[in-house]
């Protein structure tokens, strides 16, 4: 007999058309082959330390309503991680483009990185535990599989190394294969509703993590 899909497969299989044009994106595209501006990097950058925080905050309420010992410790150390290692791979880069924490601080959120962190903080604060970690989950997965597809069509000597470096690596890696275990396990007790609802949250954050992306390349900042 067929094993039943899980969760994690069933959504990677809805959103598998999203995620190719993911790594179809003009940014994604220079990225990989080293073209990508250094200007664009650097608004990429900026608004990416911005989103970690809002990130972790959505980790950490996540973790407040985890219904075991587990996926509490579980969250709690993801948005340490997402705060303190993540950023300081923003701080290596802030510091190359001598952008200094006043600029970073008076940068407002671009519109789309805005959408997002408002995003993930409401599915956290106000759905339940299901629901939240699906919305939480792209944000791990996919940027795990375009680190590995970047670094596999890399040049050499590449000006964001540290980055492909750092969503490539097995640590990074094996974080997200253990958050995709925890809510393979949530959604098998989950009831048809939740599922359906969580399928939701999962397709609207791998969305908002297209247009973080493209937002990014064309500079995109408030109209007014
Ligand atoms: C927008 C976004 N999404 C996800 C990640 C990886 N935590 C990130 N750094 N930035």
């Known amino acids: 007999m067929n094993q039943p899909t899980s969760f994690c497969d069933q959504a990677w299989q809805n959103n598998l058309a999203l995620f190719n044009a993911t790594l179809e994106l003009p940014f994604n595209q220079a990225l990989a082959n080293g073209t990508l501006p250094r200007e664009v990097f650097q608004h990429y950058m900026i608004q990416d ?3 970690l925080v809002a990130f972790g905050r959505a980790l950490a309420i ?8 587990q996926g509490l410790v ?3 150390a993801a948005a340490q991680e997402a705060v303190v290692a993540e950023r300081e791979l923003h701080h290596g880069f802030m510091h190359e483009y001598a952008i200094s924490p006043e600029q970073f601080q008076s940068t407002p959120l671009s519109p789309a990185c805005h959408h997002y962190c408002h995003f ?3 599915v956290a604060w106000g759905r ?3 629901v939240a970690l699906a919305a939480l989950l792209p944000c791990f997965w996919i940027y795990a599989e ?3 597809d970047t670094l596999a069509k890399a040049a050499p000597h590449h000006p964001y190394q540290s980055w492909i470096d750092t969503y490539a690596g097995e640590d990074f890696h094996a974080h997200v294969r253990a958050v995709r275990h925890t809510v393979d396990a949530v959604a098998a007790q989950a009831d048809a509703k939740t599922i359906a609802d969580m399928h939701a949250a999962y397709t609207d954050a791998a969305r908002l993590e297209w247009m973080f992306w493209d937002s990014a390349y064309q500079l995109k900042t408030w109209p007014c």
């Open 49 to 51: 330390a911005h989103y």
């Open 62 to 69: 996540a973790a407040g309503k985890a219904d075991d010992a």
């Open 74 to 76: 579980q969250f709690a």
């Open 120 to 122: 993930l903080q409401s």
């Open 128 to 130: 339940s535990y299901p």
């Open 146 to 148: 375009v680190g590995r």
